[in-house]
């Protein structure tokens, strides 16, 4: 069975933020892993624009009941009628979690994916600590490439 590394982010993105998830999903789809999300736009739909562009599979996990609403570059779409309750399904699809930018449904998935043991590396993302003041293990990475790499922890494909 193939990996999956989750791409989360806003819905709406800068400019800057959509390039890096795009180059984030062209990575993940040249490595061999599946890309799942939230599967609607933004980031989202950049990283997928991206695993497509490289022939990668990506997988959308929709807040809503119709496939519809997914973004086009979707190989497979599933619409849940959840709303932000599928932020849970997202953050634990994959073996890890790439954050780019994002907003508070971000940071909830961020949560979620830490409290399932998730692997997270962040992108020009959230930083959060914790009660007593201590960073939270969200690896911080300056460039796609070296999350990528963070994300697949050593997997070489195949």
């Known amino acids: 069975m193939k990996p999956m590394v989750a791409v989360i982010g806003s819905a709406s993105c800068t400019p800057h933020q959509a390039e890096l998830a795009e180059r984030v999903g062209r990575l993940i789809a040249e ?42 570059h979707l190989t497979i779409a599933i619409p849940t009628g959840l709303g932000e309750a599928r932020n ?10 790439i954050a780019i930018g994002g907003a508070y449904g971000t940071l909830s998935e961020i949560a979620l994916a830490l409290e399932a043991g998730r692997r997270v590396v962040g992108l020009g993302t959230w930083k959060a600590m914790d009660h007593a003041d201590r960073e939270l293990e969200i690896l911080i990475s300056e460039d796609p490439e070296e999350a990528v790499e963070l994300a697949l922890g050593g997997y070489t494909g195949g």
């Open 31 to 72: 490595r061999g892993v599946v890309l799942v999300c939230g599967g609607r736009g933004g980031v989202m739909e950049a990283a997928c624009r991206g695993a497509e562009s490289a022939g990668g599979t990506t997988i959308g996990i929709l807040p809503g009941s119709d496939k519809r609403e997914g973004n086009p």
């Open 88 to 97: 849970a399904l997202v953050a634990r699809a994959g073996q890890a979690v």
